[in-house]
């Protein structure tokens, strides 16, 4: 089959088109011939208000508290060719290449908005380095998301010229730029007046964490209902706090849905049956009966998250900003504050999820809440301590996880001479929001490590039927994670799970909507 093709317009690129563009080395992307004519028709406004003498920003003036800085006809070149090697100054480690290359992507979508006032040349250039499959070595520290993300942006507009470094497609080695462009058809790139800042002025790298969390996190949220459905079971819970009327007097969308899944992957279920008559529990504890209300919460702040990078994916981001009447405006579309809010909302919302998790898998382990389940979930309790460091190992993860929820985007620390007065961490909000989202996974694999193993421990009886589906993933197959007899090194089960999770091979979705 001929790979994937994403056709970039400037005002319809999706999340689907993002993940797909940056997991999928061999998905191909073009340029609509339309976005590129008007963009061309943008390009010769800019043009003439440079031959009329016009003062724009950051065209023929510095940058920064450099504005009133006026410069000569002879250095606009210059000024955009300094501008980015002044600019890298990233350090730390290089960003994952499925970030780098959806930032490219998204870099050469708003590019391509007829606002940005650039050449067509440059989104091009963008895209045909994109499809070449080298990607630019990008330091992940150094921006603080306010005129955009400077540094990394610059890092990459610099390999765009020919320099820098970047990952040869051909060894997987890093290598100067100017070795790979050759031999990858590539050809260095002259950025012309006003293209260097319209191309750093931006908020894609940012954005890139974004997309790519959002829909990691739906994903998570999914298993993790899954996980939770497999735990009630497993600790034989009454299924009454899911009853609809409930959800529906408090009827917050997120809630009604979460416990909608948590009915259908129940039904039918035989462990419900064998103690529905005869247990003197009225209601069970919070990590169970108000799985709902917590998990629905998470489910509304990820929408919110996944709101904003639907807006910020065709969103004209640099500056000044050329409009149809030919104005050129000076603003602040950079400003990374609703961004960086809103990785900061995920990484909340998601170190909540891990933290409701992790009680869980405290009530499966600890034989005084585990409604009659062994100490640790071994049969042999004493000369084995079964699933006892599983539960430390989720406890470390939310710990560290609700040290990274300390929200980033109010932070500020003003910079440029205190030009950029209030600065919103963008890209601190993004790092540690992808940490928590990858902790999150390996919480949600422990309980479902567990949560399988108390299901083994109530054999003959069996659970409903799609939290047996989920069961079944996990016991047989490829991969598959046998039950504990023995004590065994954890570790292997649980980064396996994480990983299978990360897949959607643990996302009950699927299994719902074979029901209809």
Same mark, same amino acid.
């Given at each position: 089959?001929?790979?994937?093709?994403?056709?970039?317009?400037?005002?319809?690129?999706?999340?689907?088109?993002?993940?797909?563009?940056?997991?999928?080395?061999?998905?191909?992307?073009?340029?609509?011939?339309?976005?590129?004519?008007?963009?061309?028709?943008?390009?010769?406004?800019?043009?003439?208000?440079?031959?009329?003498?016009?003062?724009?920003?950051?065209?023929?003036?510095?940058?920064?508290?450099?504005?009133?800085?006026?410069?000569?006809?002879?250095?606009?070149?210059?000024?955009?060719?300094?501008?980015?090697?002044?600019?890298?100054?990233?350090?730390?480690?290089?960003?994952?290449?499925?970030?780098?290359?959806?930032?490219?992507?998204?870099?050469?979508?708003?590019?391509?908005?007829?606002?940005?006032?650039?050449?067509?040349?440059?989104?091009?250039?963008?895209?045909?380095?994109?499809?070449?499959?080298?990607?630019?070595?990008?330091?992940?520290?150094?921006?603080?998301?306010?005129?955009?993300?400077?540094?990394?942006?610059?890092?990459?507009?610099?390999?765009?010229?020919?320099?820098?470094?970047?990952?040869?497609?051909?060894?997987?080695?890093?290598?100067?730029?100017?070795?790979?462009?050759?031999?990858?058809?590539?050809?260095?790139?002259?950025?012309?007046?006003?293209?260097?800042?319209?191309?750093?002025?931006?908020?894609?790298?940012?954005?890139?964490?974004?997309?790519?969390?959002?829909?990691?996190?739906?994903?998570?949220?999914?298993?993790?209902?899954?996980?939770?459905?497999?735990?009630?079971?497993?600790?034989?819970?009454?299924?009454?706090?899911?009853?609809?009327?409930?959800?529906?007097?408090?009827?917050?969308?997120?809630?009604?849905?979460?416990?909608?899944?948590?009915?259908?992957?129940?039904?039918?279920?035989?462990?419900?049956?064998?103690?529905?008559?005869?247990?003197?529990?009225?209601?069970?504890?919070?990590?169970?009966?108000?799985?709902?209300?917590?998990?629905?919460?998470?489910?509304?702040?990820?929408?919110?998250?996944?709101?904003?990078?639907?807006?910020?994916?065709?969103?004209?981001?640099?500056?000044?900003?050329?409009?149809?009447?030919?104005?050129?405006?000076?603003?602040?579309?950079?400003?990374?504050?609703?961004?960086?809010?809103?990785?900061?909302?995920?990484?909340?919302?998601?170190?909540?999820?891990?933290?409701?998790?992790? /009680? =869980?898998?405290?009530?499966?382990?600890?034989?005084?809440?585990? *409604? +009659? $389940?062994?100490?640790? &979930?071994?049969? #042999?309790? %004493?000369?084995?301590?079964?699933?006892?460091?599983?539960?430390?190992?989720?406890?470390?993860?939310?710990?560290?996880?609700?040290?990274?929820?300390?929200?980033?985007?109010?932070?500020?620390?003003?910079?440029?001479?205190?030009?950029?007065?209030?600065?919103?961490?963008?890209?601190?909000?993004?790092?540690?929001?992808?940490?928590?989202?990858?902790?999150? /996974? =390996?919480?949600?694999?422990?309980?479902?490590?567990?949560?399988? *193993? +108390? $299901?083994?421990?109530? &054999?003959?009886? #069996?659970? %409903?039927?799609?939290?047996?589906?989920?069961?079944?993933?996990?016991?047989?197959?490829?991969?598959?994670?046998?039950?504990?007899?023995?004590?065994?090194?954890?570790?292997?089960?649980?980064?396996?799970?994480?990983?299978?999770?990360?897949?959607?091979?643990?996302?009950?979705?699927?299994?719902?909507?074979?029901?209809?």
């Amino acid at each position: 089959m001929p790979p994937l093709t994403v056709t970039l317009d400037g005002a319809s690129l999706t999340l689907d088109d993002v993940a797909r563009v940056a997991r999928d080395p061999a998905s191909r992307v073009a340029i609509d011939p339309r976005a590129r004519d008007t963009l061309r028709k943008s390009r010769m406004r800019i043009e003439s208000a440079i031959h009329a003498g016009e003062i724009i920003y950051g065209v023929n003036t510095g940058f920064g508290k450099l504005a009133s800085v006026a410069i000569s006809p002879g250095d606009l070149d210059r000024l955009q060719e300094n501008l980015i090697r002044s600019h890298c100054a990233g350090v730390g480690d290089p960003l994952p290449a499925e970030v780098v290359r959806a930032v490219l992507l998204l870099r050469a979508n708003v590019l391509l908005r007829p606002t940005s006032g650039v050449r067509p040349a440059l989104p091009e250039a963008v895209v045909a380095l994109l499809n070449s499959g080298v990607v630019p070595v990008v330091p992940e520290q150094g921006s603080v998301g306010a005129s955009g993300d400077l540094a990394p942006l610059s890092h990459i507009a610099r390999v765009l010229m020919g320099e820098g470094e970047v990952v040869d497609p051909g060894t997987g080695r890093r290598v100067d730029a100017g070795t790979v462009f050759p031999k990858a058809g590539l050809v260095p790139y002259r950025f012309a007046p006003k293209e260097g800042l319209a191309f750093i002025n931006g908020t894609q790298v940012q954005a890139a964490f974004l997309a790519l969390a959002v829909q990691a996190a739906w994903g998570l949220w999914r298993s993790a209902l899954g996980a939770a459905a497999m735990s009630m079971e497993a600790l034989r819970a009454t299924p009454a706090s899911l009853d609809p009327r409930i959800h529906d007097a408090r009827p917050h969308p997120g809630q009604q849905r979460a416990a909608a899944v948590l009915r259908a992957l129940q039904e039918g279920s035989a462990i419900r049956e064998s103690h529905r008559y005869d247990d003197a529990r009225v209601q069970d504890a919070y990590s169970l009966r108000c799985a709902p209300q917590v998990l629905g919460a998470v489910a509304d702040a990820v929408r919110f998250a996944e709101q904003t990078a639907v807006v910020e994916l065709n969103a004209s981001t640099d500056n000044p900003l050329v409009f149809d009447n030919g104005d050129v405006v000076s603003g602040g579309n950079f400003h990374g504050q609703p961004v960086a809010q809103a990785l900061d909302v995920l990484g909340i919302a998601l170190t909540t999820l891990q933290g409701l998790s992790e /009680r =869980r898998i405290e009530r499966l382990v600890n034989p005084q809440l585990s *409604q +009659g $389940l062994p100490a640790f &979930l071994t049969k #042999t309790a %004493g000369v084995s301590s079964g699933y006892m460091m599983v539960q430390i190992t989720a406890a470390a993860l939310v710990a560290e996880s609700r040290t990274l929820a300390t929200p980033a985007s109010i932070q500020s620390i003003p910079t440029d001479a205190n030009q950029e007065d209030y600065v919103p961490m963008g890209m601190a909000a993004a790092y540690k929001t992808r940490r928590i989202l990858h902790n999150a /996974r =390996r919480v949600v694999a422990a309980e479902f490590l567990c949560a399988a *193993q +108390g $299901l083994d421990l109530l &054999l003959p009886l #069996t659970p %409903g039927k799609g939290v047996g589906e989920l069961y079944r993933r996990i016991r047989t197959g490829k991969g598959a994670i046998p039950p504990l007899d023995e004590d065994r090194a954890p570790t292997p089960d649980i980064e396996a799970l994480a990983a299978k999770i990360a897949q959607g091979g643990l996302d009950p979705g699927d299994y719902l909507l074979s029901m209809g």
